[in-house]
């Protein structure tokens, strides 16, 4: 039988923007245990995390933040767009004292990640792109949410009420100007100044993120491989958390394995 999954803590460190709650994996770990950050996508929080971090928890340090706006964090008066996001998430791991971290996205977390990464690498050892946002193929929101309307049904059924309760969270305006800002980014432009490892990661059957787009997304970065999981949807981290989560442990053994 297998073991229970290990349960989630929460805490929370005041920012600039206000207080940001995160769920953290409480087993007791060496010192030197790897440091992953989750980082989650579009109006959903870091709850859609908790399968993954769960997962990994007992073999690293997982922290799985609500970005300013979402979830449980402090609700800033403006909608943060990416580069707002990618600053709170560097204020954020600074305030945690977080050093020597792999970062871990799906879908608008990987624009988030890769914004950041991409201006401030010190620090980062690695980052994991799962869904990576925004597929140049639909560059409209019409498109986007008819492709998020295909992914749906492929996810798990436990997903979408979560997703309700964190729409309700950030509530429709901010949702609104999330993916505005969401599909202004450019990813592409800055994913060639992510020079640290990556592994990119998509689902088969992503209606989200074409293989093709996802394929563009792995050559532009410098130090990267792809990874497609066999029947996974856009939110591989929730409905195929058991694969994901042993890709992002096989990707951070490789890590500790580079020479210094």
């Known amino acids: 039988m297998d073991s229970p999954l290990p349960a989630l803590h929460g805490r929370w460190d005041r920012t600039s923007h206000g207080l940001m709650h995160a769920r953290v994996g409480a087993p007791a770990l060496p010192t030197d245990a790897p ?5 989650h996508g579009l109006v959903i929080s870091s709850l859609y995390m908790v399968p993954t971090a769960q ?38 791991l600074a305030a945690c004292r977080l050093t020597r971290v792999v970062l871990v996205g799906n879908s608008l977390g990987c624009q988030v990640i890769v914004d950041l990464v991409s201006r401030r690498p010190d620090g980062v050892l690695g980052v994991v792109l799962a869904g990576a946002t925004i597929d140049r193929s639909a560059p409209s929101m019409v498109l986007q949410i008819v492709r998020a309307l295909r992914d749906v049904p492929r996810e798990s059924v436990f997903l ?11 509530g429709p305006r901010r ?15 800055q994913l060639p100044a992510v020079t640290v490892p990556a592994l990119v990661v998509r689902g088969a059957r992503d209606p989200m993120v074409t293989q093709a787009w996802a394929e563009q997304v792995s050559k532009a970065l410098p130090r990267a491989r792809l990874h497609v999981i066999a029947g996974g949807p856009h939110a591989v981290n929730y409905t195929s958390a058991a694969e994901f ?9 490789g890590l500790r394995e580079e020479p210094a």
């Open 35 to 39: 440091v992953v950050v989750l980082v």
């Open 55 to 92: 997962r990994l928890a007992p073999f690293m340090r997982v922290l799985a933040p609500d970005l300013p706006g979402f979830g449980r964090s402090g609700k800033p008066a403006q909608t943060l767009d990416v580069r707002g996001l990618a600053d709170a998430l560097a204020e954020w």
């Open 160 to 170: 979408m009420p979560l997703w309700a309760i964190d729409f309700l969270r950030a």
């Open 175 to 189: 949702a609104w100007r999330s993916l505005k800002y969401a599909l202004a980014h450019r990813i592409e432009l």
């Open 245 to 253: 989560a042993g890709l992002i442990r096989g990707f951070v053994d």
